[in-house]
T-cell receptor
Framework: KQEVTQIPAALSVPEGENLVLNCSFTDSAIYNLQWFRQDPGKGLTSLLLIQSSQREQTSGRLNASLDKSSGRSTLYIAASQPGDSATYLCAVLGSQMNRDDKIIFGKGTRLHILP | NAGVTQTPKFQVLKTGQSMTLQCAQDMNHEYMSWYRQDPGMGLRLIHYSVGAGITDQGEVPNGYNVSRSTTEDFPLRLLSAAPSQTSVYFC?????????????FGPGTRLTVL
């Protein structure tokens, strides 16, 4: 059974620092992996989707990498800003074509950028 | 595109009442799903659909019904609300089968059952 873990559960860093958020999964046979951010009281906003054949994706100050063989993905945030404060979730995506091949979410890392 | 929309944003029910949470998407996505999010429990799948007329149960389906009569809409019905159903409910949609199943989420419905 696929399990997704995000460590640490919470992280505080000073503004301007580069930082890395971690996501690990137990079964390397994944379809895709997706990173989200969630602001308090809001829905999930998609940040990056990494397809299983890709090693990384970039969007602005964000870079997500995927290493299926080691069961890891990282989200790198460059030059952090107070507006980056949010909870970041990763999700391992199955093909969704049957009940046993769906989406497993981590519980998230709560990030606080100190001004 | 409006993306994924959900109504209402907030709802308070009494135990035993029924209601329907609405979800709609305008991206012609085949896959739609409902989750509930509770502190310490993360996101849990309630029901999902891979197309009009096709629904299936997720991890926590008891007390909830769904139907999918059109591609765009996927309502979630609470049959007889219980305090244990107090939660934040999210609807999501995505494409199927072509390698790009990026998930798009709605803004959520915050439900309190008294």
């Amino acid at each position: 059974k696929q399990e997704v873990t995000q460590i640490p559960a919470a992280l505080s860093v000073p503004e301007g620092e580069n930082l890395v958020l971690n996501c690990s999964f137990t079964d390397s046979a994944i379809y895709n992996l997706q990173w989200f951010r969630q602001d308090p009281g809001k829905g999930l906003t998609s940040l990056l989707l990494i397809q299983s054949s890709q090693r990384e994706q970039t969007s602005g100050r964000l870079n997500a990498s995927l290493d299926k063989s080691s069961g890891r993905s990282t989200l790198y945030i460059a030059a952090s800003q107070p507006g980056d404060s949010a909870t970041y979730l990763c999700a391992v995506l199955g093909s969704q074509m049957n009940r046993d091949d769906k989406i497993i979410f981590g519980k998230g890392t709560r990030l606080h950028i100190l001004p | 595109n409006a993306g994924v929309t959900q109504t209402p944003k907030f709802q308070v029910l009494k135990t035993g009442q029924s209601m329907t949470l609405q979800c709609a998407q305008d991206m012609n996505h085949e896959y739609m799903s409902w989750y509930r999010q509770d502190p310490g429990m993360g996101l849990r799948l309630i029901h999902y659909s891979v197309g009009a007329g096709i629904t299936d149960q997720g991890e926590v389906p008891n007390g909830y019904n769904v139907s999918r009569s059109t591609t765009e809409d996927f309502p979630l019905r609470l049959l007889s609300a219980a305090p244990s159903q107090t939660s934040v409910y999210f609807c999501a949609s995505s494409r199927l089968g072509d390698g790009d199943n990026e998930q798009f989420f709605g803004p959520g419905t915050r439900l309190t059952v008294l």
